[in-house]
């Protein structure tokens, strides 16, 4: 197969990427190892309600995704945050009532963040996007670059852009191999998010609103550090959700978590918490396709991401990154994806090659 420009991964980033640079008359193709669009963003549907097992939010002051729900006509609500918080101390015991929900003017879309990713996959031609295709080689020559795929589909392109995290893309053999600077930064960047996992709970009823409780708790006893209520702007079913604080090694025994989750939700939220229409845990950590073993250090504060110059301007900038962990002011969050892939269209269409 030839194209212009290769977009390995399609995640938020490179679906926007794609779609921007086909506006624009481009020649595009789009390689991604899962067999769904998306990436990290993953949206789960039960009954009426939509859940993100990844990204669930967006805030004020992050004017390209808002302006891209607007674009693809989508709808947004406010995280519910009516109610009181829930503290849980080092041994297990809850105070309630103490604060009010933390979340205030997060939003969230109507239809899950999925919502988003798939209005920009439908955006785009068919056979512009091969699910399924993991680029397992990048060989460049005086002509362009030739991508392999673990399927043994070859590729011709321009250019190539890497829109997914430094980490994962660093497994990816280089012909000529990239400088051993490139290829440190590449594995020291921490992929945001991949270390991560997340339990939701679905109920008929949300009878932690009806006790006056916002479903926002916060945990230093655990298995799971802070809580929200995951639940659609309207209707069922019900949902809380949070994030799991034991480390991945602790995470491997699922019937024992499922246990510990619904003890630490009972001593939270009551008895009524026990019975769950479902139990869903994701954990990012031991997806292949996100982290890498180096993402199950545990990470205590954001990184700091952006460009680093060891990753700009490879290959005479025929090789471009643009995941969420290179955009300079919002990396690491949903709008840094946006951010990465303005910042990559921005050098495809000033050096054209």
């Known amino acids: 197969m030839e194209t212009r420009v290769l977009i390995i991964g399609a995640g938020l980033s490179g679906l926007s990427l794609a779609t921007q640079l086909v506006e624009r008359g481009h ?4 390689a991604e190892a899962r067999d769904r669009p998306g990436g990290r963003i993953l949206t789960e549907r039960l009954g009426n309600g939509y859940f993100d097992l990844g990204p669930a939010w967006f805030w004020p002051g992050q004017p390209r995704i808002a302006a891209l729900v607007d674009q693809l006509g989508l709808k947004w609500f406010e995280q519910y945050s009516t109610g009181a918080l829930c503290f849980e101390d080092e041994s297990g015991r809850v105070e309630w009532g103490r604060g009010f929900a933390s979340m205030q003017e997060s939003y969230r879309l ?31 020559d005086n002509d362009g670059i030739t991508a392999t795929s673990e399927n043994g589909l070859t590729i011709r392109a321009q250019q190539v852009v890497l829109a997914l995290p430094p980490r994962v893309a660093s497994r990816i053999s280089f ?26 709970a679905t109920y008929d009823t949300p009878f932690w609103r009806n006790a006056g409780l916002s479903g926002n708790a916060m945990s230093r006893h655990g298995p799971m550090v802070e809580l929200h209520d995951a639940s659609p702007a309207l209707g069922g079913p019900y949902a809380l959700f949070g994030f799991i604080g034991f480390p991945p090694q602790a995470r491997r025994d699922e019937l024992h978590l ?8 009972v001593r939270l939220f009551g008895p009524e918490a026990n019975e769950p229409v479902s139990l869903r845990i994701m954990d990012w950590v031991f997806e292949p396709f996100t982290a890498t073993p180096l993402d199950q250090q545990p990470v205590y504060a954001h990184p700091q991401y ?5 990753l ?3 290959w005479e900038n025929r090789l471009i990154f643009a995941g969420t962990e290179v955009a300079t002011q919002f990396g690491g969050y949903l709008e840094g994806a946006l951010e990465a892939a303005e910042n990559a269209l921005l050098l495809i269409e000033k050096e054209k090659v």
């Not at 020649?27 to 789009?30: E, T």
């Not at 091969?130 to 080689?137: G, M, V």
């Open 27 to 30: 020649v595009v193709l789009l």
């Open 110 to 140: 109507q239809g899950g963040m999925a919502a988003l990713t798939d209005a920009l996959a439908a955006e785009l031609p068919a056979d512009r996007i091969k699910l399924s295709t993991s680029i397992t080689a990048l060989n460049r």
């Open 175 to 200: 012909s000529p191999a990239l400088p051993q600077a490139t290829q440190e930064i590449m594995s020291g960047i921490a992929t945001w998010m991949a270390g991560q996992a997340k339990a939701i």
């Open 258 to 265: 499922r246990q510990v989750l619904l003890d630490q939700l």
């Open 306 to 310: 952006g460009m680093p110059r060891a």
């Open 312 to 314: 700009d301007r490879i």
